[in-house]
């Protein structure tokens, strides 16, 4: 009988390498059919996937953002083709090399791409990262002749913003930027990818929504080095819709001409509607530096430039109003039967207080004054002695049926809403009381009072319509690519202010003073072929009773003045601030004679030019101007 070891060979350690090799072969062989069994069943579908990926590539296609016209269809933002350079990381051999190339052939900082690159992490494969725009022709062509040696690289072409008037209206219509991660994480961004473009500030970022279109692709096949062979399938995109806006493009520029370089804000607004018809923030900006690569040495300039160019002074800018709000003043006392049109109080240039001295604008003082003059001259001691009788409730009572004290809900994003202080804003503010001797100042329009330059334009607005508070806004509709009207937005009225007829009429005779009376503060806001009426204003920077000569410009006062014409049947307002001007009559209120004239001349209502109105300038007052001599041509 034969046995296990009859059959083996007679030398032991031969035969046990035979099994040894013979059960190492038998793994070796399960293990490759596990191997097979794993690729072809459990992941069959991802390896199918992994190679379609490589043969098929989808490629975004942009899609146009919609235009931004003007309230009479003139385009102010549109779309104009630019060229980019996209990195399809998957498809690059050396990330290192690959960047210093690029840095070095379009001349960018290299920190710059690598921080690009390091933003596209996490995104999906094969979608490209775009690490440069706005490149010129000559770097497209170069980048073209060395495609070999920049794998991974492609150019692409995409729609960019082109501003159609540059600066003009910068702060109202915004710039685009790429979207940012704190974005991406974010629920109004779900649908954004790494590397897009959306509204950073101004219309494009409110009405982000509305513009940005719906962006296309392409399916396409690539080779193994990643190069494109065809086009397998194709989904256009679809252009965003066009918003178009209630300014005017003419008094736009207007208005900003008017402005010039002087820092400020102008708000102009239709009077029956809330419309706005110019929005102004001065100094102004190139918004389509913010979409490419912004220069370095203008970024620079933008920030140590003490006028702030980037800050949107006529939505966010919140000043003393000065005694524009004198108006607000004079209606608290005629409505609470304080004060008629022929109160008089005596002005010495100054008002004792307890232990303080209030002192008006014109040290030698206005003598006997009533509510007409106290408008017309700007009598601070009036408005001392008044406030002191209504107490700062009562004045804020007043200033907040006019929309004071809260944003009003323009349309942009971040509106602030100022401040209307009472004795209970200020014990929640501060943890303190209010003292009497800080009311005083609140009827002048100084102390805790804050209003933004559209709150001023509404508030002469709702004087001059008598009551109706409308919502100040920017957007009249939004239209399809297809011309289709999506939204129409119709004024919308906030309130009534629910006053006495009288008390408007008063106080609008005061407001006709101003502009047109010898010794109003106003006269250089005059037209001879409409009547305007108006309310200068100064405000206190910081205490510094002397603000001329030597003084530092950020320390001067601002210049403010509102506006609205026609006296008898008011179409428009206009609210104008001219940061560190001094005197609202020879700094503010000729910038708002330009813009009304230019509105006027747009209605065809002014039809030759006007001597120029040349202020007179009181020391430490608002610059009052004496009525000039009419001209030649018979009067409207």
Not at 64 to 73: S, T, V
Not at 159 to 183: I, K, Q, T
Not at 493 to 501: M, N
Not at 520 to 528: C, E, I, N, V
């Amino acid at each position: 009988m034969k046995t296990l070891n009859n059959i083996l060979p007679d030398d032991d350690g031969g035969g046990r390498r035979i099994i040894g090799l013979s059960l190492g072969a038998c793994a070796v062989f399960f293990l490759l059919l596990a191997r097979l069994w794993y690729l072809q069943v459990i992941s069959a579908e991802d390896l199918i996937d992994q190679s379609e990926n490589n043969r098929l590539r989808f490629v975004p296609v942009a899609a146009p953002r919609g235009a931004i016209l003007d309230r009479n269809g003139k385009v102010l933002v549109s779309n104009t083709p630019s060229f980019s350079v996209a990195v399809i990381p998957q498809d690059v051999k050396n990330k290192e090399q690959l960047i210093d190339n690029l840095s070095r052939y379009l001349n960018l900082d290299r920190k710059e791409i690598e921080t690009k690159w390091n933003k596209g992490q996490g995104r999906a494969k094969y979608y490209p990262l775009v690490v440069a725009s706005g490149i010129s022709r000559d770097q497209m062509e170069f980048l073209e002749e060395n495609r070999l040696a920049l794998s991974g690289v492609n150019i692409e072409m995409k729609p960019v913003r082109a501003y159609a008037n540059g600066s003009l209206a910068s702060h109202l219509l915004g710039y685009l930027g790429e979207v940012s991660e704190d974005e991406l994480g974010s629920e109004r961004y779900r649908d954004y990818n790494a590397g897009d473009y959306v509204g950073k500030s101004g219309i494009e970022r409110s009405w982000e929504s509305y513009l940005h279109g719906t962006d296309g692709g392409r399916q396409i096949e690539v080779d193994a080095r990643g190069r494109f062979l065809r086009t397998v399938a194709e989904t256009g995109s679809s252009v965003g819709n066009t918003v178009m806006l209630t300014i005017d493009l003419e008094m736009q520029k207007a208005a900003e001409q008017a402005l010039g370089d002087q820092a400020g804000a102008a708000v102009a607004m239709d009077v029956n509607t809330g419309e706005i018809l110019a929005f102004v923030s001065s100094p102004d900006f190139d918004p389509a530096l913010f979409t490419g690569r912004m220069p370095p040495d203008i970024w620079k300039k933008y920030l140590d430039d003490e006028r702030h160019p980037l800050e949107n002074k006529a939505l966010k800018g919140m000043y003393p109003p000065g005694s524009t709000f004198k108006i607000i003043t004079a209606i608290a006392g005629l409505e609470e039967g304080l004060i008629d049109e022929h109160t008089t109080i005596q002005c010495s240039g100054s008002y004792k207080f307890g232990n303080s001295t209030f002192r008006c604008w014109d040290h030698k003082g206005h003598g006997t004054v009533d509510l007409k003059k106290s408008l017309r001259e700007s009598c601070d001691v009036y408005y001392y002695k008044l406030a002191e009788r209504l107490g700062v409730d009562r004045i804020a009572k007043y200033a907040k049926r006019f929309g004071l004290g809260a944003p009003l809900g323009i349309g942009l994003e971040n509106e602030k809403g100022g401040v209307i202080p009472t004795q209970e804003w200020k014990l929640k503010r501060f943890g303190k009381k209010w003292y009497a001797g800080e009311t005083l100042p609140v009827g002048i329009g100084q102390g805790y009072v804050l209003t933004t330059p559209v709150q001023l334009a509404s508030m002469i607005a709702t004087v001059a319509n008598e009551g109706t508070i409308y919502r100040p806004h920017l957007v009249r509709r939004v239209v399809d690519s297809d011309g289709k009207v999506l939204q129409d937005f119709a004024p919308q009225t906030l309130g009534k202010t629910g006053l006495k007829p009288a008390t408007y009429r008063f106080v609008k005779e005061g407001l006709l003073a101003v502009v047109n009376e010898a010794h109003g503060t106003g006269g250089s806001s005059r037209l001879w072929e409409v009547k305007v009426a108006g309310k200068t204003g100064s405000s206190q920077v910081v205490k510094l009773r002397d603000s001329k000569g030597g003084v530092p410009y950020r320390f001067r006062d601002h210049a403010l003045f509102v506006a609205f014409a026609p006296y008898e049947k008011p179409e428009i307002a206009i609210a104008v601030i001219v940061e560190h001007g001094e005197h609202g009559g020879s700094a503010a209120a000729p910038v708002s004679a330009k813009i009304l004239r230019a509105y006027f001349e747009g209605k065809g209502v002014i039809k030759k030019p006007v001597p120029k109105a040349v202020p007179k300038e009181e020391e430490g007052g608002e610059g009052v101007a004496e009525p000039d001599t009419p001209p030649a041509q018979p009067q409207q």
